[in-house]
Each structure stands twice: as structure tokens, then as C-alpha cells.
């Protein structure tokens, strides 16, 4: 072996399995897989942005223009994919909305990095200069960003229409927007500081299908979606003492597997009698605790429903476990585990309706907690659709009620920022300059594409939009109904600033991350040698990793 080192041939320390891409190659590999993610969520961004279906494995289908969804759902097998996908959910957990957003600026970032690399300048450059950039971008907007007053309802709703339009919910948006900051409002507390506190934990959304979406309502307090478990049972309870039970009210079953044999009738009945009275006890448990209704997470056997029905108690049983969560909190009650050891404390106090049109139960706390919004829709896709646009909508109505600062939407703020980069990138020495000045192209992705999805010629609106601030118009915007160039914080598109110092963050770290990458070592399969069957692809066909969606490279 030693003789044949001294040859120079070369030692091999990798399995055979194993695939390695260098240096140009694993650049070229990465930038493209993060290309294709970021292409492929691009035409959902904005207004009249479009949707994608998703049928997964099981044949299940998801009909959306959630960045975040789409990205999450999709058969993606590729390493450098699945860091962009990271950006679309840090997006979610931290702002609620702009996933798509954070998504395409990252893939523009990296598309323009793919220039100056080939104009030589080395990777440290270029990610310095998108750091320096990034810090300066989010000192800028909060220079931009207008301190409101929290208590401004018609901000707050111009703030949820604009989260909402262009998704499931933008046919209702004026109805849904109000039911959204009615919602917030019900769960702000403030701190001993004099800060806004939302506390989504207290907001429940349930779901129902058959009825439109203007239909959709909020109520104080939670929702069962269940039938009393016997037809003799009360339906409603006024000033009820309500037990939340998470035990079965059925005949204790062994351990183990036990036979029991019976010699004679007598035996047998003595044995049923036993479970009879076991079952008894426990409902004379509930009677002495002094409940009107029990909401049990588990089963309730037949014989035990027709005693409590006998003690005039309601009784539903498989209730949800988040639901009986939440009536914790709206009734303010403690989740009864082992029912001999409960006390009165245990139990909570509040009304208990019945909506027998919708079938539903409406439970209110003395002095609730919660608050349920119920959203209505026609088909299961439509409400599911609904839900994701309501839930975006809650968290930035919720993060600007917290944080107090908004910024004009439609591209404004982007192209705001690019030019003041511009200027910036002036201060900057060396090569880095370069790629300040790329990460202020990027951002001007977000204008381009809103006017491209709405059918408008996105150089024009470009231009235009930089003569507006060249001009000093901070404020102007792309408006894709108008198809003009105006104050968007006047037309009531509003957005929380943020959401965007987050999508801003977040794209360039993982643009910086995708570019710190020079050596790609894989245990197994890099999907390099598909490249001459599929079309694009990263070299070698590196897209074709991207598990059902192969060859994704090629929508660039």
C-alpha cells in the first residue's frame, strides 16, 4: 500500500456509496436545489397570487397559496431544499406570515450571489456584504416603520385584510377581519409595563362545513362539537357546575388477560352485579361532587349513561383533548384524572347551550377565559383554506398589537429599502460593496413579482415605483386592484413591520448559509446522475433529489 502511495495515487477513504460535489460544482448544486424551492412558491406571492394543489402519497388533496404549507407538503428529498424550507417555517413560528416572502427574497439572494461568484469574488465577500446588509435592512425598516396606536380598529382590520387577501378568506375579508380583531382584543392583557400581552393560547378556532363564510362568527367562551351521549339527558345547563373528566366511566378492565369461570347462574350474576354497582359508584361519585355536566375525554359506558341521565346530567363523551384544554381555561376548572380523589374545587362554573341547528355545544365561563371562532364554509378544501388564511391574519393583527409598528405593503417598503442600500453600499469598502448592492436588487424580487402574477409588466412597474421614491414618496406602492402606483398605507394595505425584519433576517442567513457550503459529502445518493434524463436540474441533476417533484431545477 505504501509503494503505491509513493505512485500518487490517491488514498480512498470514502465508501463506494458515497458521492462528493466540490468547490464550483456543490455552489452550482446548492444555489440551484434553493432556486427551485423559491421558484416554485414565487406565483403564489401577493394578491392575485395563484394556488397550487398538493396530492400527497395517500391521494389527499391540499388546495392552497400558503408558502409555508405548500413548501412543507411538497415530496421534497433534497439537503439544501429543506434549509429554505426552514426559512418558510422560522417565518411562521416568529411572524405568523411572509413565508413566501422570505422564501423567494432568499432565492433571488442566491441567484445574485451566482453572478459575483462568477465574476470571481469569493463567498466570504459576498456573505459579508449580505450580512452587513441584512443588519442595515432591518435598522432601516425600523426607521420606516410607523409607531400606531394599538387601539386603532380600522388599522388593526386593514392589517388582517391584508394578510387575508389573495387566500381562501378574501371573499369575506371585511366580515372575517372584524371577527379577527374583535378576537385579539378579547385575549390583550396588559402587562405591568404598560405592553400589549396577546395570548393566543386563549383563542380556539373550530371549523364547519355546509354553511358560507360570511356565516362565521366569534364567541365568548369554547365549542363542543358533540351529542349528549343519552337522548333522556338535558341539552342545556344554566349556572352549571361542569366536570372535565379525563377517565372512562366504565367497569375498570384488568391488567392482564384474566379468564373468569362460572360454575353457575348465580356466579354470572353476581359478577354482573358487581359491575353494575362499580358503574353506579362512579356516577354517585359525579352526583356527591355536585357536577350538572361532564365533558369526559374517554368512553362512558351504556349502563352509566342511563344513570346520569336518571340524575338529570349532561354528559358528552370522546371530547377532544385540546378541547377540554381549552374549557379549562373558559370555565376555569381543573382536568379530573382519578375521579374518587376530586373535589368541588375541581369543578368549573359557567352556562351550557345547545345550537341544535349546527349541533354543537356553546359552553360560557362565569368570567371567560376564551374565545372560539367559528369558521364556516362551503367544502371541507374551502374552510381548510380558510383556517390557514384566518390563522395568518390572527398572528400579524396579534403582532401588531404587541410590537406597534407598520410599514405601507404592495412592494413599497422593498423598494424603499433597495435604494436606500443603494446609498449605504457607498460606505462600504472592498468587494463587499458588490454584494450589498446585490441584496438591494433582491429585494426588488417582491414588487417584480406582485406585478407579474397580476398580469402587469413588472420593468414598468419597477421603474415607476423608483421614480415615486426617488421623489421622496416613501409610502408608494404597487396597488394590484388599481393596477396604479399610490400610497398603499392610505389604500389600507398594511403591513406589520415585523414580519418583514424577520423575512428579511431570515433569507439572508440561509442565503449566507447555502453559500458557506464548498464541499458536499453524501453517505448515499446525491441524485447527481439523473441529470441526462430529467430536465434543469442543478449539475448533474442535482434537482432530481427533490423526491416526487424531480427536475424542479428547470422552472427557472
Partial sequence: MSQRMQQGQPMIVMSEDSQRVKDKDAQDYNISAARAVAESVRSTLGPKGMDKMLVDSMGSVTITNDGVTILEEMDIDNPTAEMIIEVAETQEDEAGDGTTTAVAIAGELLKNAEDLLEQEIHPTAIIKGFHLAGEQARTEIDDIATEVDTDDEELLRSVAETSMTGKGAEVNKEHLS??????????????????????????????????????????????????????????????????????????????????????????????????????????DRIVDLGADVVFCQKGIDDLAQHYLAKEGILAVRRAKKSDLEFLKEVVDASIVSDLPSASEDDLGHGDVTRDEEDELFYVEGDDAHGVTLLLRGSTDHVVDELERGVNDALDVVAQTVSDGRVLAGGGAIEVELASRLRDYADSVSGREQLAVEAFADSLELVPRVLAENAGLDSIDTLVDLRAAHDEGDVRAGLNVFSNSVEDTFEAGVVEPAHAKEQAVTSASEAANLVLKIDDIISAGDLSTDKGDDEEGGAPGGGMGGMGGMGGMGGAM
Fill in 178 to 283: 372584524q371577527l379577527i380583531v374583535d378576537a385579539i382584543r378579547a385575549v390583550t392583557v396588559e402587562s405591568d409595563d404598560g405592553e400589549n400581552v396577546v395570548d393566543l393560547e386563549f383563542l380556539n378556532i373550530e371549523t364547519q362545513t355546509g354553511r358560507g363564510a360570511g356565516e362565521s362568527d366569534l364567541l365568548e367562551g369554547g365549542i363542543v362539537d358533540k351529542d349528549p351521549v343519552h337522548d333522556n339527558m338535558p341539552v342545556e345547563a344554566e349556572d352549571a357546575n361542569i366536570l372535565l373528566l379525563n377517565q372512562p366511566i366504565e367497569v375498570d378492565e384488568t391488567d392482564v388477560d384474566t379468564e373468569v369461570s362460572v360454575t353457575d347462574p348465580d356466579q354470572l350474576q353476581q359478577f354482573l352485579d358487581r359491575e353494575e354497582q362499580q358503574l353506579k359508584d362512579k356516577v
